[in-house]
């Protein structure tokens, strides 16, 4: 039984999310070896959950986790980008919809703000599309190598967020308009496109601007978290059919760590509420600070 207290949609979700293991642990019982594979792909299990407690508790996209993890592994970089893009799909869609649940039935939330977020997916998400589009049907290719333009993003967006949490931190995150000004819709706009350009080429990026943007421009951390997670979601699934396609993906590895990233998604929202805004927001810059300073020092 469920506990009392969780919602109907909560229950929904907990209840796709065990059919899903469910699913799952047929598919794993019919591999052969399956015991030599789950020694040698087990970990990536638990790789799956940090990636998506980080992801969906931040903003930022699994890929942070993902991609560094996959490097050091060996592991050539179409295939490392395919298959975050392809765990991505299981752990940001699972943590978008627990965030849509809570901005739809939090008393906290009131109706203006929730219409903030959906006006600000709508600007956003078709640009992102459109950017990793270009990406993987256009041939647009990156000007330097995917580990340093990894690094350079990682660093930089680490900086801007740990800035906020510094100097900014004690301003007023209360947006008391119904409305994103034509301004604002243009930033997320351009800014989103390239975030989807960035996401095609490193698996991370749409997610993690649009929180940044919508931080700078005084929304509450747990707002902009929830609109980079609900855009890198549905970024990471219109980007998919490519990977497939040209079958890119590893699936030995997405078999473990896509429960794992389910997992992580269900709980990363309790966890972003239990942190508070500051230390949540520490915890991301902090921690992509140092991705961003680790690439850039193997780089040289």
Request: charged share 10%; aromatic share 12%.
């Amino acid at each position: 039984m469920l506990p009392s207290s969780l919602s109907k949609q909560q229950k929904y979700l907990f209840v796709i999310a065990l059919l899903f293991i469910v699913l799952w642990s047929a598919l794993f019982i019919q591999l052969e070896n399956s015991l030599a594979k789950l020694q040698e792909f087990g970990a990536f299990f638990f790789l799956g959950i940090g990636g998506a407690i980080t992801a969906n508790s931040t903003g930022a996209g699994g890929g942070v986790v993902f991609v560094p993890s996959f490097n050091a592994l060996g592991m050539a970089i179409d295939e490392v980008v395919a298959t975050s893009f392809a765990i991505q799909c299981f752990g940001m869609t699972v943590g978008s919809i627990s965030w849509l649940i809570f901005f739809n039935r939090d008393s906290s939330q009131k109706i203006e703000r929730v219409n903030l977020l959906y006006q600000a997916l709508a600007c956003s998400i078709p640009m992102s599309i459109a950017g990793i589009y270009c990406v993987q049907y256009l041939s647009l290719l990156p000007v330097t190598s995917i580990n340093t333009i990894f690094s350079v993003f990682s660093l930089v967006f680490g900086i801007v967020v740990l800035y906020h949490c510094v100097y900014l931190g004690k301003r007023s995150t209360h947006r008391g308009v119904k409305q994103l000004t034509k301004l604002e819709l243009l930033l997320i706009a351009i800014s989103s496109f390239i975030g989807g350009i960035i996401t095609a080429w490193i698996s991370v990026g749409v997610g993690e601007i649009l929180a940044v943007i919508l931080l700078l421009r005084g929304f509450s951390v747990m707002f902009s978290v929830a609109a980079g997670v609900i855009v890198s979601s549905l970024s990471v699934l219109s980007g998919i059919p490519y990977f497939i396609n040209e079958q890119l993906i590893n699936l030995e590895v997405l078999l473990f760590a896509a429960p794992g990233a389910i997992i992580g998604a269900l709980v990363a929202r309790f966890i972003a509420q239990a942190l508070g805004p500051q230390k949540l927001k520490l915890f991301l810059g902090s921690w992509i600070l140092f991705v961003g300073v680790i690439g850039l020092i193997d780089f040289i």
